[in-house]
């Protein structure tokens, strides 16, 4: 592990991969890469555990929260509102590990322009609109889910294009073995960077002066 905690922050429109990319990376670096629980206040889903999957909270409720300054950012998606809590990550800092998120993509240059030596943005995206529609229409919904979920994708493409100098990575995912090794890549090389080095850790690896 380096100096400073890394952020990997996975955006892409729903059907991109997110889910699955995230849970790989935390079995594959499991000893220091944790999964940021965020909180939404939209029901859970069957099979969703309270802590584990998010932390489910009311609107009125997460509307509070907002209000007593407990979210380091929160945006509205879907007309439900989703955040990041400050003492996730806290907790996480203190533990010393990095995290992966997967939030909203405004939710990620938020975290870039307040976090820059730790933030690193990956945008998820399969190879087509095609296949973006038969993943969507596959995990079941209406028309006008379907239709609301593609409205929301233009939007992140359009965001996506208008700040693609400051995403870090783009992963098309098409075949998921090769998009789940460049995701393990991605994390190797960004941890190797010299700048997340401490000083102190870099004095030690590079002393000026070598005792014989």
């Known amino acids: ?13 729903a059907g991109s991969g997110k889910t699955t990319v995230r849970e790989h990376l935390i079995s594959r670096f499991n000893q220091t890469l944790r999964k ?23 609107r009125s409720e997460f509307e509070a929260r907002i209000g007593r300054g407990e ?40 975290f ?15 190879p087509s609109v ?15 889910d379907l239709r609301i979920r593609l409205q929301t994708a233009e939007s992140e493409f359009e965001l996506f294009h208008r700040n693609e100098k400051v995403i870090n990575y783009l992963v098309v995912n098409d075949h998921l073995s090769d998009t789940l090794l460049n995701a393990e890549s991605i994390v190797r090389a960004e941890r190797l960077r010299c700048q997340h080095y401490s000083s102190e850790q ?11």
């Open 36 to 58: 940021c629980v965020t909180a939404t206040s939209r029901p859970p889903r069957p099979g969703e555990v309270d802590g584990i999957s998010y932390h489910f909270f009311s």
């Open 71 to 110: 979210f380091v950012e929160w945006q509205e998606t879907h007309g439900n509102l989703y955040g990041t809590l400050k003492k996730t990550l806290e907790e996480a800092r203190v533990a010393g590990h990095d995290i992966v998120f997967d939030i909203d993509i405004r939710g990620a240059f938020f």
């Open 1 to 13: 592990m380096t100096g400073t905690p890394l952020f990997f922050i996975l955006v892409g429109p």
């Open 130 to 144: 095609e296949r973006l529609t038969e993943r969507l229409r596959a995990r079941g919904g209406s028309e006008e």
């Open 112 to 126: 870039q322009d307040r976090y820059p030596e730790s933030a690193v943005i990956i945008f998820l995206v399969p």
């Open 202 to 212: 870099r004095a030690v690896l590079c002393p000026l002066q070598i005792k014989s």
